[in-house]
């Protein structure tokens, strides 16, 4: 989980799109991998399924379909410029892997 609380207006990453079917009757989209959203709300709402409570956000791109309704677990996202850093490294191991294997920079 992101440690960093959601920030209203701020761009996320969805990381984590495999959601239950009950989702959907709240929403008629929901997040997909690899895209990217605006935070509109920031909330602590309770987890589908276990009722935890847990950082919630509602995004501008997939209002819910009724005014008020739940939002999306923040576990679900990455910061926007905290993704870009994770990929700019998983790039640079994957360059560095190559280079070893074809001998390059030996």
């Known amino acids: 989980m992101t440690e960093i609380p959601p920030i209203v207006g701020h761009k996320?990453?969805?990381v984590f799109d495999d959601f239950p079917a009950a989702v959907y009757?709240?929403?008629?989209?929901?997040?997909?991998?690899g895209r990217v959203y605006t935070v509109r709300d920031s909330l602590v709402g309770r987890e589908y399924g276990s009722g935890r409570p847990v950082h919630s956000v509602r995004l501008v791109e997939l209002p819910p379909l009724e005014p008020g309704l739940a939002g999306f677990c923040y576990w679900r996202f990455r910061p926007l410029a905290e993704?870009?850093?994770?990929?700019?490294?998983r790039r640079e191991a994957a360059r560095g892997e190559g280079q070893e294997a074809s001998g390059v920079g030996t």
């Open 12 to 14: 996320v990453v969805c």
């Open 83 to 89: 993704e870009k850093r994770r990929r700019g490294k």
């Open 25 to 33: 009757e709240s929403f008629g989209e929901v997040p997909v991998a």
